[in-house]
């Protein structure tokens, strides 16, 4: 308990600094929201002009009091305004918000569904032909960038086949379930193929220094099968990598898959915030990243209590 | 053959069955028309939006007073006529009586008004002011008759407001200040729904002064990547695309059922010298670079050969034989002997900047025009870098030498009094005063005359090549593709998207 409310002490200050350093950094950055819209155009506008879009913009004012004015906004619940959605911050992300969530969690059944099973599997063949064909498909899966795999998986589909799921227009879940699904099947296999090679190189690796241990050897000279051993006695022992793994991985998704939501044309969290950069929408930014780390931080907070469950012998907080 | 063909579609079959898609590629509608492009709107408002898409849109749902043909003539749009005084100071449109808002008003002289003084007034930050700057006063002495008042003629103004930036809005609109999140026009869609980044959606507007549009409606889906938008159209999701970059576009001829429109365009490719930093103030250096590039290599290597060699004019009407204009056939040589007798016999390092993927060309030519420069001893360093930091470089002109794409209007006037009067607004960018080109371009915005103006111009254009404060490279093409079915697409050099107001899926 008092680990968790230690942890949860933290998360406003670190909430905090993130807003900050990305409040700074984005208008570090050369350029604002006049050139974003305008492009080289904005050399025609006269200093009155440009003094009245920087109003309309909310960039008139020095940064301390812009930064000012978002957190004292925050604080009564107010991400502020998109400009170029002309809407709330917080609506917008959470339109987005969804998909992105989907999307991590399909690709994370997707890796773990292939790579725990495959990890084991070569660890219980270790050395041996099947072992090494694994080893190596799962190089390959770690070392191939996505984007390579997802235009490939469209080109065949697209050129060789004649098919392919819809896209440009999404389908929420709750609208219609098989399109959804039919949608985000080949980006989560796309983002779940080298989660899955990185979950197989582990969980193998893993399980390769458990089948070593005593208690397993124990249970193996108290007769219990070798299907009894590896499942019941190793495993549960081995996931404690995979889960922190899958942790990091989950909460990387859930900022947004940025070029798998561009190759499939995914409205999701990584295209809104890249847009959001490249236009120049700061309090879209701000409100973005700052949801992004809220839920990385739930994730690891997660992640942590998920070891308790899983071995007994970890107690948070004690030392 | 046959036999395999089916074995193929079964395996396919298979495949999307095991995939669970459910909706494999829906038969074409006859109704709405779906269209994709890579790049979104990035706002509503069109008296300040400027960017590309962001006209294509707008120009579906405004209207201006007059708009161009795909021959760049002035044609009827909300005024169904105008004329000049005998002396060019007074500008008269009759406004097309059927013209009608889409909340049911009648256009009226008074929105006419209202918009124009919206445009010039500084509060709005509208970029066109500029382009109006002549204007006077407005009168509308009834609701059918909008007077322009000039302080001096203004060949060009005509032009200018034929851009979807000169858009006739409601008064009313104005007033209530809600431009930019309603949109209220008299064009021959309405907006529908717009959700940033992801789709729009238009619904013909059975209204509109021009007639019934020939299709119900227009989805536009935002496909961040070209070849997704050309995988969607193999499959037949997809009846009509925008396209930005060459080596996908070209792929369109390849696939059965799918056609391609190419249209040269009025933006033009440049690299751009900065002669106000050394060695690109001395006349010789800027000309042996001139010399130097071999403008159909960089085509030829940048571009697939996609597009044509240009020099500074790219509208049809008004530009010369490029091979006319100053070592527009390379000639190391000559480079060699101007850089030499400029003082550089050694050559030079520089800089050039360029912006990543902006066009999707600007890195390879940039990489072709370090290559050709070398040959003359010029060692050249290229610095890509995110569009945002490029622009804001470009206008400080914090740079040696820019890899450019710079956009074209319909007149030269209002396309180069920018940059080459010296009152031009962004001579703070181009850094080049030059008594003969001002004088020309005044000359030519007084012109009444076609061919008086065209012979201003041509030579205008002789002498900015050969002054070489920048050099004109190639004018590329504007791509658009479409299923075989989609009928009546006429595309211009302007890139207007209006003629879909007139397209057809049979």
Redesign the interface.
């Known amino acids: 308990m008092n680990y968790l409310t230690g942890r949860l002490v933290t998360f406003p200050l670190v909430l905090l600094g993130v807003s900050l350093i990305v409040f700074i950094a984005i208008r570090l950055?050369?350029?604002?929201s006049i050139?974003?819209?305008?492009?080289?155009?904005?050399?025609?506008?006269?200093p009155?002009?440009?003094e009245?879009?920087a109003a309309?913009f909310g960039i008139d004012q020095p940064w301390f009091i812009q930064y000012w004015r978002w957190l004292y906004d925050l604080f009564h619940g107010d991400l502020g305004v998109s400009?170029?959605?002309?809407r709330p911050v917080l609506d917008v992300i959470l339109e987005r918000f969804p998909l992105t969530l989907e999307l991590a969690l399909l690709s994370m059944i997707v890796a773990l569904l292939v790579g725990v099973p495959a990890g084991v599997y070569a660890a219980t063949h270790n050395e041996q032909p099947s072992d090494l064909g694994v080893r190596i498909i799962a190089m390959v899966g770690q070392s191939t960038p996505n984007f390579v795999l997802g235009?490939v998986i469209?080109?065949i589909?697209?050129?060789?086949?004649?098919?392919?799921?819809?896209?440009?227009?999404?389908t929420s879940i709750w609208q219609d379930p098989?399109?959804n699904?039919?949608q985000m099947?080949?980006p989560a296999v796309t983002l779940g193929f080298a989660f899955a090679a990185s979950v197989t190189r582990i969980s193998r690796s893993a399980m390769l220094d458990i089948l070593k241990d005593d208690y397993v050897r124990t249970a193996r000279s108290k007769g219990a099968s070798s299907r009894a051993v590896i499942w019941r006695h190793a495993l549960p022992n081995a996931l404690i990598p995979v889960v922190t793994l899958s942790g990091i991985e989950f909460s990387y998704l859930l900022g947004g898959a940025v070029i798998v939501e561009?190759?499939?044309?995914l409205?999701g969290l990584g295209?809104?915030v890249l847009?959001a950069i490249?236009?120049?929408d700061y309090a879209l930014v701000q409100g973005t990243v700052l949801f992004i780390a809220f839920n990385v931080m739930v994730v690891n907070l997660l992640v942590d209590l998920a070891y308790a469950t899983l071995d007994p012998r970890i107690r948070l907080g004690e030392r | 053959m046959a036999i395999r063909t089916t074995k193929t579609r079964l395996t396919g079959m298979a495949v999307a069955a095991m995939l669970g898609i459910a909706a494999v590629a829906a038969p074409a509608q006859a109704e709405t028309l779906r269209m994709a492009w890579a790049q979104d709107a990035t706002g509503l408002d069109p008296h300040k939006q400027t960017a590309f898409p962001s006209l294509r849109l707008l120009e579906l749902v405004y209207e201006p007073l007059v708009r161009l043909d795909s021959k760049l003539q002035i044609m009827p749009a909300i005024a169904e006529s105008w004329e000049y005084s005998a002396d060019g100071k007074t500008l008269t449109f009759m406004i097309d009586a059927d013209a009608k808002f889409q909340n049911g008003a009648p256009v009226t002289s008074a929105d006419v008004k209202a918009s124009f003084e919206r445009i010039l007034n500084e509060e709005t930050g509208a970029v066109a002011r500029a382009n109006f700057l002549s204007i006077d006063g407005i009168d509308a002495p009834d609701a059918n008759t909008v007077v322009f008042n000039l302080s001096q003629p203004d060949a060009p103004m005509l032009t200018a407001m034929t851009d979807i930036n000169a858009a006739v809005l409601p008064a009313s609109e104005i007033a209530a200040g809600s431009v930019g999140t309603k949109t209220v026009g008299s064009g021959p869609f309405s907006l529908e729904k717009w959700d940033p980044n992801s789709k729009a959606t238009l619904v013909a507007n059975k209204d509109w002064a021009g007639g019934m549009p020939g299709v119900d409606g227009i989805d536009i889906s935002v496909f961040p990547d070209e070849s997704a938008i050309l995988a969607a159209m193999r499959t037949k999701q997809i009846d009509f695309a925008l396209m930005n970059d060459p080596l996908i576009a070209t792929l369109v001829p390849r696939e059965s059922g799918l056609q391609l429109n190419r249209e040269a365009v009025l933006s033009y490719h440049v690299l751009q010298l900065n002669p106000s930093r050394s060695p690109f103030t001395e006349l010789g250096v800027r000309q042996a670079i001139s010399c130097a590039i071999d403008r159909q290599q960089i085509l030829d290597t940048a571009s697939l050969g996609e597009g044509r060699v240009t020099g500074p004019l790219t509208i049809p009407a008004y530009a010369s034989d490029p091979n006319s204009l100053f070592c527009y056939t390379r000639d190391v040589e000559k480079a060699k002997k101007l850089l030499a007798d400029a003082g550089y016999a050694d050559g030079f390092s520089t800089t050039v900047i360029a912006a990543t993927g902006e066009p999707p060309t600007a890195a390879s030519e940039a990489q072709v025009i370090q290559a050709q420069l070398a040959e003359i001893g010029i060692t050249v360093e290229i610095e890509m870098m995110e569009l945002n930091v490029y622009i804001d470089r470009w206008l400080k002109a914090d740079f040696d030498m820019a890899v450019a794409l710079n956009g074209g209007r319909a007149d030269p006037f209002t396309m180069y009094n920018r940059y080459w009067t010296k009152a031009g607004n962004l001579q703070k960018v181009s850094n080049y005063i030059d008594d003969t080109l001002d004088s020309l371009m005044m000359k030519g915005r007084a012109e009444t005359d076609p061919a008086a103006r065209k012979e201003t111009f041509a030579a205008f254009e002789k002498h900015l090549a050969e002054m070489s404060p920048w050099i004109w490279l190639y004018n590329s093409y504007n791509y658009t593709a479409q299923q075989d079915n989609v009928k009546g697409f006429t595309p211009t050099p302007t890139g207007s998207l209006f003629s879909l107001s007139e397209v057809t899926v049979e």
């Open positions: 950055v050369p350029g604002d050139t974003a819209m305008l492009g080289t155009e904005a050399g025609l506008l006269t009155k002009q440009r009245a879009l309309y400009v170029t959605y002309g235009l469209i080109y589909l697209s050129a060789g086949f004649g098919i392919l799921p819809v896209m440009g227009t999404f098989l399109t699904l039919s099947i080949l561009q190759i499939f044309a409205p295209r809104l847009d490249l236009q120049r």
